[in-house]
């Protein structure tokens, strides 16, 4: 007894068969949305190769690829958020440093249990940290500043006239020196070349940002990439101005400010990234580039960053919520920026520096980053630690994605009608998609769901669907879809959850009939 459902299968695509051969019907291909995740743009003029929604889909310059998942690292460091992971390197030496809200905690041994080797804090345990002299700096505006040398913890010998130490939440090292910001003030105190901590002199920036407002933070901005006369000072102000300062340090004859810019205000002091030549700064209205900006000097409103709408909504959200910070991680070629949406819960703003395309993760229990030994790690909300991009499943769990098409008029922009759908993609085991057919701009919602199993092969049902229609496309796994649907533009979400196998989406194929012009 034949199906009948299976039967009716059967006859659609042998009229979809029949249509090809009469030429009614017509093929587009799309890449996948390489382009990255774009915020910015109204539906009807983004490039077709962006993205209104991407979660745990990272864009390379050829397709997208699921996000690697993370592992266990140690645990022990405290009970709540793990506030801070630094490297500490001196010759041999190497250590993973970590923070919780009372005590910093030696990390460094997989799969062991941190231990304490500073007790009794008082902070929010979100340090600001530098090496110098093969020791590590600490600071966070509340404690005694800190100095570790590899094996032991001490108080920083540090002074200043006028200065109360605990005051100061910010360091940095320029041309040789250590530079502090005095928290609540306008002030900078420097050392001694060759100093970390010692006696300081203030460098009173009063009057220099006309927005007023207190500094957040100081960094070095390097645009020859090395430490040379292209070397220069960079100080950010919490109401959005950046001065800009070249010469051998703020004391010197030759000390100059180079120019002071609009930039936006910074919604943290750890969301400043060096990238090469550049500093990105995440303010609360976009992610601003200090090399493009400085350009543009004068020249009218810089033009948005694709992400510059997401930033707004979640900034206006979150902005109160501590976590924010900027980590690059060349390795894995992104520059990631945490987002605490609770005390519990948060988000990735994630650019391949490579192609500059955005995106976004999701599921990381991610209170803090860090880098050790060339590799990232994060600090969860219970105390441990897990280092990231490894493996393909989240400790144990599957990892989600989801990620939707540009809307799109294919080659035709008048109506037509989407008779079937094969999306491309690189598995290892079978792949269950959930997809979803939207057209015209409105909410898309998952209607299919399809199988794709792993097999490497050629031309896509190439007995039934003509080879001159269907291009060949090797080790490539297919979904093919019939389906039905009416507009002038259309738009597909496909979203998964995915378990032990690297995942990549390369294209879309659609196939539609013309219509008429309404």
Not at 220 to 246: C, H, N, R, S
Not at 340 to 365: C, L, R, Y
Request: proline share 3%; net charge negative.
């Amino acid at each position: 007894m034949v199906n009948a459902a299976a039967y009716q299968n059967y006859q659609r695509k042998q009229d979809q068969i029949r249509q090809i051969r009469r030429g009614k019907t017509k093929i587009v291909s799309i890449p996948a949305p390489i382009g990255g995740l774009n915020t910015r743009d109204r539906y009807g003029e983004m490039p077709d190769t962006d993205a209104p929604t991407l979660i745990n889909m990272f864009p390379t310059s050829g397709d997208l690829k699921l996000r690697n998942g993370y592992t266990s690292h140690s645990s022990g460091v405290g009970s709540g958020n793990v506030t801070m992971i630094a490297e500490f390197k001196n010759g041999t030496t190497q250590k993973m440093i970590a923070a919780s809200a009372t005590n910093l905690y030696d990390a460094t041994s997989d799969e062991d249990a941190a231990t304490s080797i500073k007790a009794s804090l008082t902070g929010d345990g979100r340090w600001s940290w530098v090496m110098m002299v093969g020791k590590m700096g600490l600071v966070n505006g509340t404690d005694t500043p800190l100095t570790y040398d590899g094996s032991s913890i001490a108080n920083m010998t540090v002074s200043g006239t006028g200065l109360t130490v605990t005051n100061l939440k910010h360091v940095n090292v320029f041309k040789n020196r250590s530079y502090f910001i005095e928290k609540n003030t306008q002030n900078c105190w420097y050392s001694a070349a060759g100093a970390l901590g010692g006696s300081l002199t203030k460098f009173d920036m009063s009057g220099v940002a006309n927005f007023g407002g207190d500094l957040v933070s100081s960094h070095t901005w390097t645009i020859d990439g090395g430490a040379g006369p292209d070397d220069f000072m960079v100080f950010i102000f919490e109401l959005g101005q950046v001065a800009i300062y070249k010469g051998t340090d703020a004391g010197a004859s030759d000390w100059t400010l180079v120019g002071v810019y609009d930039m936006g205000s910074p919604v943290d002091s750890h969301s400043v990234v060096k990238l090469g030549g550049d500093l990105v700064i995440l303010t609360r209205e976009d992610y601003v580039h200090l090399t493009q900006e400085t350009l543009r000097a004068g020249q009218g409103l810089r033009k948005r960053t694709k992400m510059s709408g997401l930033v707004q909504s979640d900034v206006a959200t979150y902005a109160a919520n501590a976590g924010w910070e900027g980590h690059l991680y060349p390795a894995g070629s992104m520059l990631l920026f945490n987002v605490p949406v609770s005390t519990t819960q948060f988000k990735q703003h994630v650019m391949n520096t490579t192609t500059g395309a955005w995106t976004t993760f999701e599921d990381i229990p991610s209170s803090t980053w860090g880098m050790y030994n060339n590799n990232l790690y994060f600090g969860d909300t219970s105390g441990k630690i897990f280092k990231f991009d490894t493996g393909s499943k989240d400790d144990e769990a599957a990892i989600s994605f989801e990620a939707q098409t540009a809307w799109n008029a294919l080659d035709y922009g008048a109506m037509k009608r989407i008779t079937a759908i094969r999306p491309y993609f690189i598995h290892e085991s079978t792949l269950t998609l959930d997809v979803g057919l939207g057209f015209d701009f409105e909410d898309i919602t998952t209607s299919l769901t399809a199988e794709s199993e792993a097999q490497i092969g050629g031309s896509w049902d190439t007995a039934e669907w003509d080879d001159a229609y269907w291009p060949d496309e090797q080790k490539v796994n297919r979904v093919f879809l019939m389906v039905r649907g009416f507009g002038a533009t259309v738009s597909v979400k496909l979203s998964a959850q995915v378990k032990n196998q690297n995942v990549s989406w390369h294209r879309l194929d659609y196939l539609y009939e013309p219509g008429g012009a309404m």
